[in-house]
């Protein structure tokens, strides 16, 4: 028997199961990161104690994630509560700033996938997907060009930046347009969504209107107010 990512849950085959660990651990990371500092936490410890941060994670990987794997219930479901476990752990303090590094890649790799399941569908995992989008386009506003490793600023506060050169360079230019105003958000939206340096496919599981609406949000009134009209969509 095997221990998976320190969890207490275990299995006699690892690898059958590497797509939990990435779909249900390194997932909820990649979606929670930017958002979750935006609403001023700084750690995946303090994300769980924020009541509205935490009910975003438990739904992301209850009703966004759950659905699209092929495991069985019982296996998902003692995934899920031994990753929500090593999240509350007091004794591990990981940085939201390192989640975030190379968050575009990480985007692509680990949620996408879960997105394309959806087909496009108008649920509610469609705004769980879309606001943790908006947040990193929102999160990749380099201060600087031409640097691989930069920085942005959150609540006055510069956190650092990795990623893709080129991807550094178009983030920076897109969002120059639009504090010149010579692009709207939408705009800026559909733009990242046709970078296919960025995604290296279609993103056509993506409705730039709802991700452009969030992204809108974040940028006027910030993480929380962004949330709180999540779950107005949710929980009709």
């Known amino acids: 028997m095997h221990k998976v990512s320190g969890l207490n849950v275990q299995y006699g085959e690892v690898k059958a199961y590497s797509e939990l660990k990435v779909r249900l651990l390194n997932a909820p990371h990649t979606m929670m990161f930017a958002l979750a500092q ?51 752990n007091p004794y591990q303090h990981h940085q939201l700033s390192d ?10 790799s680990r949620v996408v ?7 496009g569908e108008e649920t509610a995992a469609e705004h769980y997907l879309s606001l ?14 031409d640097q691989e490793s930069g920085t942005t600023v959150i609540n006055g506060i ?9 991807t550094m360079n178009f983030m920076y230019a897109e969002w120059n347009n639009v504090s010149q105003r010579k692009q709207t958000m ?12 960025i995604w290296k496919e279609s993103m056509e599981c993506v409705n730039p209107a709802v991700v452009a609406s969030y992204l809108t949000i974040l940028c006027k009134e910030g993480g929380s107010a962004a949330i709180e009209t999540l779950m107005k969509h949710t929980n009709k």
């Not at 989640?99 to 692509?108: A, P, S, Y």
């Not at 996938?113 to 087909?119: A, C, H, L, S, V």
């Not at 943790?132 to 060009?145: D, G, K």
């Open 38 to 88: 935006f609403v001023g936490t700084t750690t995946v410890k303090q994300a769980m104690s924020n009541d509205q941060l935490r009910q975003f994670i438990k739904e992301v990987m209850h009703s966004v994630i759950r659905p699209v794997l092929p495991q069985t219930d019982e296996e998902k479901e003692a995934y899920i509560e031994g990753v929500i476990e090593r999240f509350d």
């Open 99 to 108: 989640l975030g590094l190379n968050g575009m890649q990480k985007f692509r």
């Open 113 to 119: 996938p879960i997105w394309r399941k959806w087909k």
């Open 132 to 145: 943790s989008l908006a947040a990193l386009i929102y999160y990749f506003r380099p201060t600087e060009p």
């Open 158 to 166: 510069a956190v650092p930046l990795r990623e893709e050169l080129s």
């Open 186 to 197: 939408q705009e800026l939206v559909l733009n990242v969504m046709n970078n296919e340096q």
